[in-house]
């Protein structure tokens, strides 16, 4: 079995959801492969991770937040061009200042994970 290979069965293997050859494959694999082990380590704490998440309740009405929307965009055609740029300009440093958080963060778990 070659890595692409164990890397497409890892959520099964972690679920217990494989077949007897498919887990024996797989933890043979393991057993030389230490990117594969890493990788399966990644996969185990990101599943607990999410398992700790809350629950929570499905939206079954999102028309208030489609009609916001609707509203927003019908109010940018509106606008004239530089105040349009402007508005995408704002919008993209708050994506901006979002991802480079959670880049920040995800650096941090990584690095007190290794140490």
């Given at each position: 079995?070659n890595?692409?290979?164990?890397r497409?069965?890892?959520s099964?293997y972690?679920?217990q959801y494989?077949?007897?050859?498919?887990?024996?494959l797989v933890?043979?694999?393991l057993?030389?492969c230490?990117?594969?082990?890493q990788?399966l380590?990644?996969?185990?704490?990101t599943?607990?991770?999410?398992?700790g998440?809350p629950?929570?309740?499905?939206v079954?009405?999102?028309?208030?937040?489609l009609?916001?929307?609707?509203?927003?965009?019908r109010?940018?055609l509106?606008?004239?061009?530089?105040?349009?740029?402007?508005?995408?300009?704002?919008s993209?440093?708050l994506?901006?200042?979002?991802?480079?958080?959670?880049?920040l963060?995800?650096?941090g778990?990584r690095?007190s994970r290794?140490?």
């Open positions: 079995m890595c692409q290979e164990s497409e069965l890892m099964g972690l679920e494989l077949t007897e050859s498919q887990t024996a933890t043979e694999h057993a030389g230490a990117e594969c082990r990788e380590a990644d996969l185990d704490e599943l607990r991770v999410v398992r998440m629950e929570r309740e499905p079954f009405d999102m028309w208030p937040e009609a916001a929307m609707c509203a927003d965009i109010m940018e509106r606008l004239n061009p530089a105040d349009r740029v402007r508005r995408w300009f704002v993209f440093i994506a901006f200042k979002d991802g480079w958080a959670i880049l963060e995800n650096v778990f690095a290794s140490t």
